[in-house]
């Protein structure tokens, strides 16, 4: 068996990638309107349930405007109604209160569709594997689930908004489970231009993926992310 060359490992994304992060996502604001005509064009939805889960510290407003979009596709697009995105802090350590929002919108309008950015993307994946019945699909965006959570440049945030240490067992279990292969049908849409966290961790070989040309502040809000999950939804 061939050894891993440490070399090859995933590494955060570099110092000037971060550094571009705040003028790239005012940039991704900027251009909305060159766009209007491809979004009107987008395909319409069939009326699904559709939940958004916010990323790192973010909160339902952070899911907005893709919400908005979705809802006027013809979704029935929801938030996860749980205010910010502390982590376990918020969802449980096994993200039952994730799972208990799920189940309640699964038994009005049936098999639900997450769609998650960043660590919510992470944790529509946890929700897929803890109860399979209840998930239609899984939509992750710019979520570095498929690799070491120190190939990003937020994990000592991550730790410090969570409470928890990427090194714990119990942690590192979690990231296992969320890293295998889905049983439901799952796409990444993620950027190698990302400044927070290495493209290379959020997609895996097994699930669909797609690459766009994003920051990671406001991927969800970035026209061609609206559209790429528009096509997904409709395929």
Same mark, same amino acid.
């Given at each position: 068996?061939?050894?891993?060359?440490?070399?090859? $490992?995933?590494?955060?994304?570099?110092?000037?990638?971060?550094?571009?992060?705040?003028?790239?996502?005012?940039?991704?604001?900027?251009?909305?309107?060159?766009?209007? $005509?491809?979004?009107? $064009?987008?395909? #319409?939805?069939?009326?699904?349930?559709?939940? &958004?889960?916010?990323?790192?510290?973010?909160?339902?407003?952070?899911?907005?405007? &893709?919400?908005?979009? &979705?809802?006027?596709?013809?979704?029935?697009?929801?938030?996860?109604?749980?205010?910010?995105? &502390?982590?376990? #802090?918020?969802?449980?350590?096994?993200?039952?209160?994730?799972?208990?929002?799920?189940?309640?919108?699964?038994?009005?309008? =049936?098999?639900?569709?997450?769609?998650?950015?960043?660590?919510?993307?992470?944790?529509?994946?946890?929700?897929?594997?803890?109860?399979?019945?209840?998930?239609?699909?899984?939509?992750?965006?710019?979520?570095?689930?498929?690799?070491?959570?120190?190939?990003?440049?937020?994990?000592?945030?991550?730790?410090? !908004?969570?409470?928890?240490?990427?090194?714990?067992?119990?942690?590192?279990?979690?990231?296992?489970?969320?890293?295998?292969?889905?049983? !439901?049908?799952?796409?990444?849409?993620?950027?190698?231009?990302? =400044?927070?966290?290495?493209?290379?961790?959020?997609?895996?070989?097994?699930?669909?993926?797609?690459?766009?040309?994003?920051?990671?502040? =406001? !991927?969800?809000?970035?026209?061609?992310?609206?559209?790429?999950?528009?096509?997904?939804?409709? =395929?």
């Amino acid at each position: 068996m061939t050894t891993p060359d440490p070399a090859d $490992a995933p590494r955060a994304p570099s110092k000037a990638l971060w550094a571009a992060e705040l003028p790239r996502a005012a940039w991704t604001v900027a251009s909305w309107p060159r766009h209007r $005509a491809a979004l009107n $064009a987008a395909p #319409r939805g069939d009326g699904r349930a559709v939940m &958004l889960l916010p990323g790192l510290f973010n909160s339902d407003r952070s899911t907005f405007v &893709l919400r908005r979009f &979705l809802t006027q596709l013809g979704y029935r697009a929801v938030g996860w109604g749980l205010g910010r995105n &502390l982590g376990a #802090r918020t969802v449980g350590v096994d993200g039952e209160r994730i799972v208990a929002g799920v189940a309640a919108l699964h038994a009005e309008a =049936g098999p639900v569709t997450l769609i998650g950015v960043s660590l919510g993307g992470m944790l529509a994946r946890l929700v897929a594997h803890r109860r399979p019945e209840l998930v239609r699909q899984v939509v992750t965006i710019s979520s570095p689930f498929a690799g070491p959570g120190k190939a990003t440049n937020v994990w000592r945030a991550f730790e410090w !908004v969570t409470g928890e240490r990427l090194d714990d067992p119990a942690v590192m279990a979690r990231a296992a489970l969320i890293a295998g292969p889905l049983p !439901v049908p799952s796409t990444a849409i993620w950027s190698r231009s990302d =400044g927070l966290v290495a493209g290379a961790i959020c997609r895996d070989e097994v699930g669909a993926a797609i690459e766009v040309r994003s920051p990671h502040l =406001g !991927v969800q809000v970035k026209p061609e992310v609206l559209l790429a999950v528009a096509r997904v939804l409709a =395929g």
